[in-house]
């Protein structure tokens, strides 16, 4: 008798071991599940302290300035501000550099712009940067996809390459118009001074 009950005994720790080791795998398989579902998004930031010490009413009215301001370069629309966050979303225009293209990704470049400000300071961050063709035949969707959302048939690596790069370029067209109305001091500067 004291061998049987030996043997139920390992029989049962032996059954409630691979219970647990694979109750145990399940999880980490879930676990994996959650962080391959989550993508990495490129988010562009920049914090910037400005040395007018300026309120966060006064930086307001500058990003308002900023939203209001049309661009030669790209069309802002969706534009909203609350608080001390004004956003909008930007478009720009892409086409092809060469006469003929084998794939015609001609369409547009868009992204997320939200500019937050505080006293003395503000960020702003660019993301949500996507391509859409206007065909809809060769839309790359977000530059963070390895490989173009209509697939490499339509857009090569080389060509989703390109777009990408103009895509980060047109980021830092954005972020070099923003910088110099955000620091012009409009409280000081009433204009026409003798």
């Known amino acids: 008798m004291n ?16 219970q647990i080791f694979s109750q145990t795998k ?19 930031f920049e914090v910037i302290t400005l040395p007018d010490s300026a309120d966060q009413k006064e930086l307001n009215m500058r990003a308002d300035i900023w939203l209001k301001k049309e661009s030669n370069s790209y069309k802002k629309t969706n534009g909203s501000q609350s608080n001390n966050k004004t956003e909008c979303t930007i478009s720009f225009q892409i086409k092809p550099k060469i006469i003929n293209p084998e794939i015609d990704y001609t369409g547009k470049i868009s ?11 503000y ?22 996809n390895t490989v173009p959302e209509c697939g490499t048939m339509h857009i090569t690596e080389i060509e989703w390459k390109k777009i990408k790069g103009e895509a980060l370029q047109n980021v ?7 910088k110099p109305i955000m620091a012009y ?10």
Do not use: P
Not at 3 to 18: A, E
């Open 3 to 18: 061998s049987t009950f030996k043997s139920i005994i390992i029989c049962f720790v032996f059954i409630s071991s691979n």
């Open 185 to 194: 001091d409009t409280a000081n500067n009433t204009g026409d001074e003798w």
């Open 111 to 121: 992204m997320k712009l939200v500019i937050e400000c505080k006293v003395g300071r």
């Open 123 to 144: 960020k702003y961050t660019i993301s949500d940067i996507k391509h859409t063709s206007k065909n809809g035949k060769a839309t790359g969707g977000s530059i963070d």
């Open 172 to 178: 830092k067209k954005v972020s070099d118009e923003i």
């Open 26 to 44: 399940q999880e980490q398989k879930k676990e994996e599940d959650e962080f391959a579902v989550k993508k990495t998004e490129t988010k562009i």
